[in-house]
């Protein structure tokens, strides 16, 4: 059983850390804090983390309470080295091999049957345990200071967009955690792709690797039905996750959906009428061939709405192309699935 955290909620003092200016004092100071039990939210090359020792149950319950987070929804673990897999996995199969070879450090995320050593609360019970290396030099560090896998979601409330910078670290969860890092924007911007090798390879979520990138390394890989569709009822999701309200701002929002054209002409004809009943509408439109900007962008956008209050968010849909299709299933969801074919 885990201790009460005794102090009260939002009253914690949240230390902050600047990765370029004070490098190794602020990974060896976050790495010692992980080690005793704390939460540390940390830069990655995807999004911000919310960190905390994956070794330690009680320590990762603390995550799931400072972000709000559905019990039945695993986490991953980070690690430094290859090799540490090994000690994650019941076994290596050899696919996961030659995947982490070709993608790690990056913005790939492994699922497969946990060993013992992994408790409970980092796989919300499940039989197994997804992980990743990442590529971000100060999370190395932090992984490396700390001396144990580092197990952390995304450090956002949850369902609220992903934090690219440590500013929406803190509008989320100052006083809630016991240190932050802040090294400056995310290069992806979107979370790491998710695939679970039991079975059939399947993407469980897209993200920075893409399917075709995946697949000229171990051929034939599935996509989730849940990728870019809503659960249907009944349907039993292959990742906790995708049950959830997920990047969803606090705007009513729609993705236009069709030729180009016709769908900035709709969009501007709705904008028009939304604003004549009084309504703060925000126009997204991302460039269709240069989809690496409109993941860099797309969750800050997103919270930069949030904050000037906007009632009204109209979208246009990407091709579903390389990181596009990831994008498209982070706007799927923020929109509830709310799409407008035109
Ligand atoms: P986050 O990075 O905050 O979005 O959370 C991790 C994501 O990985 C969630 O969507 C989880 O549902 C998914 N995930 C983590 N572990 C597993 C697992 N063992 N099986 C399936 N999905 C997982
Ligand atoms: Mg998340």
Known sequence: RCGDPGTEFGSMNTEFFNAATQKENGTNVCGRIIRAGGLVAFPTETVYGLGANGLDGCAVEKIFAAKGRPGDNPLILHIAKKSDLKQLWKHVPDKARQLADAFWPGPLTMVYLKSDIVPPQVTAGLSTVAVRMPEHKTALALIRAAGVPIAAPSANLSGKPSPTCAQHVLDDLDGCIDAIIDGGDCRVGVEST?????????????????????????????????????????????????????????????????????VKLAMAEEKMRRAAQGQKVEVIVYDDADPQTAAHDFFARLRACDKKGVVVILAAALKEDGIGFAVMNRMFKSAGYNIREV
Request: no cysteine.
């Open 194 to 262: 998710v695939l679970s090798l039991v079975g059939t390879p399947t993407v469980l979520r897209p993200g920075g690797v893409t399917r075709e990138m995946l697949e000229s390394v171990i051929g034939h890989v599935d996509i989730a039905h849940a990728v870019l569709n809503p659960l249907k009822n009944g349907e039993t999701a292959a990742s906790p996750g995708m049950k959830y309200k997920h990047y969803a701002p606090r705007a009513e929002m729609t993705i236009f959906s069709g030729e180009r054209e016709k």
